[in-house]
């Protein structure tokens, strides 16, 4: 049995990790941190967690966190991980950063360029592993520094893992057109998440220059063992939670067995997703005649895939959805925790209990 620390808990990662691990069968102890709400109690913040043991735990410092968890899981705003990260290090214990703190490895130019900050202590990011699990469920096992991936590049990657990886999709033109839920934009309040100003509106944003551009292109060159070109075009949706990406690619020549004809050639395109991840517990690649949609993962773990073609029969398109607070965040991060403790993958997340 663990114990775990959550630095940044009140905030919607923070409060869908409590969630997630308060019904986790190896986790007996949660420690629950945030400096803007030290004293409170959790349930005043979050009712759905009244009437439960935990709902009257009192919010502690970092540092009464820290000590005595096993496991800590910082969920704070990037640039403030290396310290709980090195803490952690030094006292033997498993730190996962949901932040982008963790998420380039080495690369401190590409991180200072899109985020305005240097490392501070580039030795931990060298000892960091990227905690997408299809993709380094291996490394990420004898991690004891995890970055945990971002909710679009994760609904992103896992859209082209497969055709990346077997070499079905051309390496340029990659077109990824993503919605998201609101919660991606954090707790704290802005005016572009003002209610009147995101309903019944699907808003693009920060066209060009988003910062999860980088980790989705490092990722998906690691798959494709050479650099990608893509696009990524972030939009905001009218709804709590999820993200839907919808995903074009040109098919690469003499890929999918050589068949010919939209239908052939979409079935084939399925077949080799499904035959990918067969065994991966958390995806799913839907039947013909399905569209991965945020409803059918909400409050889950999964990452639902489906696979088209355009009627010119050489564009793919792959729609895949996910519950941006779970499989982006919270969830993939107790997945992360359950690969590197040597868990059941699917402890704590197989089945998750009401949210917020």
Not at 57 to 65: C, G, I, M, N, S
Not at 109 to 121: E, M, V
Not at 158 to 170: H, S, T, V
Not at 330 to 335: H, I, L, T
Request: net charge neutral.
């Amino acid at each position: 049995m663990f114990t775990c620390g959550i630095i940044g808990a009140t905030g919607y990662a923070g409060a869908e990790l409590t969630r997630i691990l308060l019904s986790h069968p190896d986790v007996k102890e949660l420690r629950l941190s945030s400096s803007s709400q030290a004293g409170e109690k959790m349930k005043k913040l979050y009712p759905n967690l009244a009437g439960r043991a935990l709902g009257e735990t009192e919010l502690v410092d970092q540092e009464r966190a820290i000590e005595g968890s096993d496991v800590v899981f910082a969920a704070l705003p990037h640039g403030l991980a290396e310290g709980i990260a090195a803490a952690c290090f030094e006292a033997g214990k498993l730190f996962i950063d949901i932040s982008a703190d963790f998420r380039f490895g080495t690369d401190e130019a590409t991180f200072a360029a899109w985020y305005g900050k240097r490392y501070a202590r580039p030795e931990l990011h060298a000892l960091s592993v990227y905690g997408l699990p299809e993709l380094n469920r291996s490394a990420i096992a004898k991690a004891r520094i995890i970055g945990n991936p971002g909710c679009y590049p994760t609904c992103a990657e896992l859209g082209l893992f497969p055709a990346l990886r077997l070499g079905i999709a051309e390496r340029e033109g990659i077109v990824i057109d993503a919605k998201s839920g609101v919660t991606g934009a954090g707790r704290e309040p802005t005016k572009s998440t003002h209610y009147p100003e995101i309903a019944d509106s699907i808003v693009p944003y920060k066209i060009g220059q988003h910062r999860h551009t980088p980790e989705i292109a490092a990722a998906l060159a690691v798959m494709a063992g050479a650099p990608v070109g893509m696009v990524f075009t972030p939009q905001l949706a009218p709804m709590g939670r999820g993200i839907v990406s919808t995903i074009y690619f040109k098919v690469a020549a003499g890929t999918l067995g050589g068949t010919s004809g939209r239908e052939a050639r979409s079935a084939a395109l399925r077949e080799a997703y499904a035959e990918f991840y067969k065994d991966e517990p958390f995806v799913r690649v839907l039947p013909e005649g399905s569209v991965a949609t945020n409803k059918d993962v909400r409050l889950s773990n999964y990452c639902d895939v489906s696979l088209h073609m355009a009627h010119d029969g050489r564009t793919a398109v792959v729609v895949s959805a996910i519950d941006n607070m779970v499989k982006g965040a919270a969830g993939q991060a107790v997945q992360n925790m359950n690969i590197a403790l040597g868990l059941d993958e699917r402890a704590g997340i197989s089945m998750l209990p009401p949210a917020f």
